[in-house]
């Protein structure tokens, strides 16, 4: 019986190693999205950043075959807070299809919330995009260009910026995130508004905080 015990333990904490050292990998690969992203010609540019509320990076969003593919993909998201950036909440981003363009490519996205009143809806348990809040894809060179869009939203793979669609897309928790960041389970608005950032995802605050510098 205590051999079963210690096995099982074992086992457990086996499963929470390996779900931190997934979410600690998943954050450097968002900050090398952002730096990657806020460096070249036809990413985010500073003013967009410099005017967005939340920032939601999603790295390797994979995209299943072109038109019917499901998409899905796990990031995190942070808000502005006391002149700063919150601590970040999982999420996940999850669609029914991005458009030939990209074909079965993995990508990294970069969303923009430019609407503090949004914000609320934004960190719910589901906020669909294209519904919940115009979107528009960042540059503004495609067909999906809208001045009056209120998400902005940025795609790279293999170190090509390309056009795509976010219509229909939700984000929604990542609860399996969040418990290997923080030990627990929150709501987005939870973490965000009273979260204090664990030392794992100081990292992304901190290129947050340096790309969005004045």
């Not at 600690?24 to 992203?37: C, G, P």
């Not at 919940?132 to 793979?157: C, M, Q, R, V, Y």
């Amino acid at each position: 019986m205590r051999a079963s015990v210690i096995l099982a333990l074992s086992i457990i904490g086996a499963g929470a190693i390996s779900a931190a050292n997934d979410v600690t990998a998943r954050v450097n690969r968002a900050v090398a999205v952002l730096d990657s992203m806020t460096a070249g010609k036809g990413g985010v540019k500073a003013e967009q950043l410099a005017n967005a509320d939340c920032v939601a990076v999603i790295p390797g969003f994979k995209k299943g075959a072109a038109v019917v593919g499901v998409g899905y993909g796990r990031g995190f998201i942070s808000c502005r807070k006391d002149g700063g950036w919150s601590a970040p909440a999982a999420v996940k981003l999850e669609s029914g299809s991005l458009g030939v363009q990209v074909g079965g490519e993995e990508i990294d996205i970069v969303v923009l919330s430019l609407d503090p009143s949004k914000r609320a809806k934004l960190l719910s348990e589901r906020f669909a995009i294209g519904t919940d809040a115009s979107a528009a894809w960042g540059n503004g060179k495609t067909a999906h260009e809208d001045p009056n869009a209120k998400i902005l939203f940025f795609g790279h793979t293999k170190g090509m910026f390309g056009g795509f669609g976010l219509d229909g897309a939700t984000l929604s928790r990542d609860e399996s995130g969040d418990k290997a960041l923080y030990g627990k389970s929150g709501s987005n608005g939870e973490i965000v508004d009273g979260g204090a950032t664990p030392a794992a995802a100081q990292p992304l605050i901190a290129k947050l905080s340096a790309v969005t510098k004045p």
